[in-house]
């Protein structure tokens, strides 16, 4: 599974940190579910900023030599991230 790591800093402005592809060694976490607890455990974010990958999105990424069109789909990825977790419930 991949993820994408990254840091919104106070201004609002989100700085992409790195592209972390999951994949346990014996084929044990597929959907990255153990590495996105331990990601969330370990960083003081809390897993704030991380986001996986879906399989759509994942395939347009790799499909593309743009790098235009690659930085707009990760943007996107981030940004409908972060609307969900900033989301105050009602």
Not at 2 to 9: M, R
Not at 35 to 61: H, I, K, Q, T, Y
Not at 65 to 75: F, K, P, S, W
Request: charged fraction near 30%; include cysteine.
């Amino acid at each position: 599974m991949l993820f994408i790591e990254y840091d919104v800093q106070e201004t609002g402005r989100i700085e992409l940190v790195a592209l972390v592809n999951a994949v346990e060694e014996h084929g044990q976490d597929a959907d990255g579910s153990a590495w996105s607890a331990w990601r969330a455990s370990e960083f003081d974010d809390n897993g704030m900023g991380c986001v996986g990958v879906a399989p759509d999105d994942l395939a347009l990424l790799e499909e593309t030599d743009d790098a235009g069109e690659l930085r707009l789909i990760v943007e996107r990825i981030i940004l409908a991230d972060r609307a969900v977790k900033e989301e105050v419930p009602s």
